[in-house]
């Protein structure tokens, strides 16, 4: 049977609820098929037309959000970025992001990840922190400053990193792709001056040291972040780091605005309301 | 607690190490007939004969490099292991349980591999 | 937090072994573990052995007719064989986990070229040598005996 010619397709779920269940276990649906329809899609017509308390995550259904990561046919993947005939089967196995406790039906428990992603700052650490509340001027950087970072800022946070990681699959001290790749997205930020704080994290247990590049991370990411990349970016950092070799980086200086020179057709702005 | 960015940069290096001695010591041990080197095996025959093991013995450097391939081979070995071990997620108590038992076990290897490395060198220089 | 009993969903060590639908470096991984435990073993039980020597030639002898017979020769070509992939399989990480051989950071256009792709001729040179190796151990132990 070609993929191009089904009429229907079976979707095998793994459901588990904690008020009725003791363990998840496997149902199967038959949906029709209609062409060009992506997993998600397929989720809406079970719960419309065979399992209306079918509970999963999902918000935007085009790949931005990172709500939906499950594990389809297999691989950790965006329910609304796979189509259903990629998969090259009429039948699709969706089950909840593993390395996660299930919290019911496909919605993985991601508070964890969130955690480990919170205790590395992933936000600008500057020593002056009243220019990020009350800005006086823009920050400086140059195209090239912003390329060294903004492959790792496409990251949508949906979690097919840490489903797939081998080390994070049991080692629970292990902080995980997405968050290792955020802390080197900061770091490597020419606006950042936070790299002293991060590493009282990074030089421990929770840092990048197991990692061994299996880089299933990299191959399930839906958006390109590359998180095994920067892991091994920023191992070498932390090396030349503990070598003592590495160059310390100033955080970017603020443009301050020209002072002096006004345009009368430009309004004032207006005061600040926050 | 040594912490894992320092003791990863030295597992680094002491592989590094180890490949350039261990790579000697293999071509000696088991490559010897596509690489000759004959002034390792002066007797002929296998290199774990008591002839070339006494030829090797004399030789001031082959010990040297041993113990540096020895202390080099077991901290990238036990630390390895222990990396496996701590990812399996233990209790804490475990986790120093098993720092401990890899440290002594390495140790004391170290110890009484050197030992041999000093003794054997006599022991030949005697002979 | 909710009240609900969440269930543990967690690989573990099955998350370490593949599924078929997995890339090389994942096999590549688990392989360069399980041949550094052979190598382990082995090795802490060759520093015991080859001590003997410290104490003489019949020490010696003794210690080596303990370890000959066709299960150790087995066992000592299969020692060759996991150093020969764990050393050269070991110099490719050591490069990649410095940042060599991964690319740096590039505007990710769909279809994604990722640094796995980047280092993919590094990880197929590394696999010949460890090959080459293979071949040439395989010849002195069994061959030219």
């Known amino acids: 049977m070609s993929a191009k010619s089904f009429t229907e397709v079976t979707y095998r779920i793994r459901r588990y609820n904690p008020e009725r269940d003791s363990a998840p276990h496997w149902e199967e649906y038959r949906i029709p098929y209609i062409p060009g329809m992506t997993v998600l899609d397929g989720l809406w017509k079970v719960k419309e037309l065979r399992a209306p308390d079918l509970a999963w995550r999902s918000s935007c259904r085009m790949g931005v959000c990172g709500s939906c990561g499950m594990l389809i046919n297999g691989k950790a993947r965006l329910a609304c970025n796979t ?3 990629e998969l090259g089967s009429d039948t699709v196995v969706v089950a909840p992001l593993p390395n996660f406790d299930i919290v019911r039906d496909l919605v993985p428990e991601l508070a964890p990840m969130f955690d480990n992603h919170r205790a590395l700052q992933p936000h600008l650490v500057r020593e002056d922190a009243r220019e990020l509340d009350e800005p006086t001027g823009e920050f400086y950087q140059s195209a090239h400053e912003l390329e060294q970072y903004l492959q790792f800022s496409y990251c949508i946070k949906c979690g097919c990193c840490m489903a797939a990681c081998p080390t994070y699959a049991t080692d629970a001290l292990y902080s995980g792709p997405m968050p290792l790749g955020q802390a080197h997205r900061y770091n490597t930020d020419s606006r950042d001056g936070g790299f002293a704080a991060r590493r009282e994290v990074l030089a421990g247990e929770a840092g990048p040291w197991r990692c061994h590049y299996a880089g299933e991370c990299s191959r399930v990411c839906p958006k ?3 998180p095994a990349k920067a892991i091994q970016l920023m191992k070498r950092e932390l090396v030349l780091d503990y070598l003592r070799l590495r160059k310390a980086k100033c955080p970017a200086k603020v443009a301050a605005k020209p002072s002096g ?3 009368p057709e430009i309004p004032e702005a207006p005061a600040k309301t926050v | 607690m040594m912490r894992d960015q320092k003791l990863w940069t030295w597992h680094l290096a002491a592989g590094a190490v180890i490949l350039v001695f261990l790579g000697l010591h293999m071509t000696v041990m088991h490559l010897d007939k596509i690489v000759l080197l004959a002034s390792v095996n002066p007797a002929g025959g296998h290199p774990i004969d008591w002839q070339n093991v006494l030829a090797r013995g004399k030789s001031a450097a082959f010990a040297v490099t041993y113990v540096v391939l020895l202390g080099a081979a077991l901290f990238h070995g036990l630390y390895g292991l222990r990396n496996i071990l701590f990812e399996l997620d233990p209790a804490r108590g475990l986790k120093r349980a098993i720092s401990a038992v890899l440290l002594i076990v390495g140790i004391g290897l170290f110890v009484v591999g050197t030992w041999a490395a000093i003794a054997s060198h006599t022991l030949a220089k005697a002979m | 937090m909710l009240e609900t009993r969440a269930h543990p969903n967690r690989l573990g060590i099955w998350g370490w072994l593949g599924g078929g639908r997995w890339g090389a470096e994942r096999y590549l991984y688990t392989l360069h573990r399980l041949t550094g435990l052979g190598l382990v073993t082995y090795f802490l039980l060759h520093i015991l052995v080859t001590s003997s020597r410290a104490l003489g030639p019949e020490a010696w002898q003794q210690a080596m007719n303990t370890v000959t ?11 060759f064989l996991a150093f020969a992939f764990h050393a050269v399989n070991g110099i490719r990480l050591a490069l990649i986990e410095l940042g060599f051989g991964v ?6 256009i769909y279809p994604y070229r990722t640094s796995l792709d980047v280092q993919r001729p590094l ?5 010949l040598l460890a090959a080459v190796l293979a071949v040439m151990g395989t010849l002195n132990f069994w061959v030219l005996d």
Do not use: N
């Open chain 1, 83 to 85: 189509q259903v005939t």
């Open chain 1, 224 to 226: 390109g972040v590359d």
């Open chain 1, 261 to 263: 020179v006004r345009r």
């Open chain 3, 69 to 79: 017979g066709p299960v150790f020769k087995v066992g000592e070509f299969l020692v």
């Open chain 3, 103 to 108: 690319g740096g950071p590039i505007e990710p």
């Open chain 3, 123 to 127: 990880a197929v040179v590394a696999l």
